[in-house]
């Protein structure tokens, strides 16, 4: 993910208003409902605006939100109508370098996050196999052995935040691994990645951090190879500059990290505060696979995904879209619209069971690659396993209401997640 180039905002004048928003009463992608009821806004969205829904960002900037199923699809699936090339965007002459979404919506960059077109798939071409390298069992013997080193660090206390101790630590202490990073410098990334997600005044140092460990790592590997995804990234076929490896690393590391973190901790939430998954948890009668799955399509990690841009004028569920405008994919919103859950069997929550057409991995080319959703999925289940195993009387130590979550319409997450449970003693002492 990128940041900002410059701490010191440069002036710029007022965005336009954006002619197709005029009179429409656009919706502030802001404020705690989004937090605490997002489906509510998404179902208001639908009701007011249809589909497609004109939008403001924090600086009064216009957008369109894409909230259909099938106009997301659309989108999704027409790169040359509506490309992934930041470079289009309408606003930019208005945009300041300390923009709070600068970071989310990128600049042009020689990375496979940042690029469009043939770049972006020259990128692919690179990143795609170094991931599919890695073995799944390893993939499982790092989870399982990262897993019981952070449960062992509070397993004796009875007491533990998971957002904190567990559910944000394990993913980017497995991908530091898989990267090639020796575990003395795991626990370094982990920190950097928090600083960064935290948003805060330490995110741009942090970031500086971020690119200096990555290019350390492509200068270590250059020297010495190993069987690990930056290793493989270097012997592809391919020529790449060392800041595109920098560049690519980041964006494999930083991607995998938070979203895989609020998959693990929005999986227990949903086992640790609804009844009927507890007690189908506890009878067997439902996997710890099947809750995962229910949480991408009613509770997914990335609820808003930025962005698209229209290559020339075009209409799009029922709206006028200007060329360089900017269309944001509603995830979140698209996996409840009420058409593709008429075809779903029952059409109500826990209906979906193994139904993988969920769009929390977005779609088309640009989605999630799938090496890297199987990591994901690897790294998640068998941290909840691992944990569930261990820690088998976990429940919550204060009332649902008091969960708070993450400040941000685009991400979905829980900013802490308290629980108690039977002292048990460390992987070392039953050995």
């Not at 930083?254 to 609020?262: E, N, V």
Request: some cysteine; hydrophobic content about 40%; charged content about 25%.
């Amino acid at each position: 993910m990128t940041r900002p180039s410059s701490t010191e905002p440069e002036s710029a004048s007022p965005p336009p208003k954006c002619p197709a928003h005029a009179g429409t009463g656009a919706v502030p992608l802001s404020g705690p409902s989004f937090q605490t009821e997002p489906q509510a806004v998404y179902r208001a969205m639908r009701r007011d605006h249809g589909p497609v829904v004109p939008v403001e960002l924090p600086g009064g900037f216009p957008a369109w939100l894409v909230i259909g199923y099938r106009e997301l699809h659309q989108v999704t699936s027409d790169g040359e109508l509506f490309p992934r090339d930041v470079g289009l965007w309408n606003q930019w002459e208005h945009i300041p370098d300390d923009w709070p979404l600068l970071p989310m919506v990128g600049r042009p960059l020689p990375s496979i996050y940042f690029s469009a077109g043939d770049e972006h798939r020259r990128h692919a071409r690179m990143v795609g196999p170094a991931l599919e390298g890695a073995d799944p069992f390893e993939i499982r013997r790092h989870s399982e052995q990262l897993a019981d080193r952070l449960i062992d660090a509070v397993c004796s206390r009875g007491a533990a935040d998971l957002v904190a101790d567990f559910c944000e630590p394990l993913p980017v202490l497995v991908l530091a691994r898989l990267v090639g990073f020796p575990d003395d410098e795991g626990a370094g990334i982990a920190r950097v990645l928090k600083d960064l997600a935290d948003g805060g005044p330490g995110a741009q140092e942090a970031h500086l951090r971020f690119g200096e460990h990555m290019t350390r790592l492509v200068a270590a590997k250059r020297a010495e190879p190993g069987d690990d995804v930056t290793s493989r990234m270097l012997a592809s076929p391919e020529a790449f500059t060392d800041e595109e490896y920098m560049l690519d690393l980041m964006a494999i590391t930083a991607a995998g990290h938070l979203t895989t973190a609020d998959w693990i901790s929005n999986s227990l939430r949903l086992m640790l505060t609804e009844d009927e998954f507890a007690h189908s948890m506890a009878g067997g009668r439902r996997s710890v696979g099947e809750t995962m799955n229910e949480v991408l399509w009613e509770d997914a990690p990335t609820q808003i995904l930025a962005g698209r841009w229209a290559a020339r004028d075009t209409r799009l569920g029922g709206h006028s879209i200007a060329a360089g405008d900017m269309l944001l994919l509603g995830l979140g919103a698209a996996n409840t619209d009420p058409l593709i859950r008429q075809s779903l069997s029952g059409g109500g929550p826990c209906a979906q069971g193994g139904n993988g057409a969920h769009l929390a991995f977005s779609h088309g080319e640009y989605r999630c690659p799938f090496p890297a959703q199987e990591i994901a999925e690897t790294i998640a289940r068998t941290g909840i396993e691992v944990l569930l195993d261990r820690l088998p009387d976990l429940e919550l130590r204060v009332p649902v209401p008091d969960l708070v979550r993450r400040p941000s319409a685009f991400l979905r997450g829980t900013t802490s997640l308290p629980v108690r449970f039977t002292p048990v003693r460390t992987t070392g002492d039953l050995s």
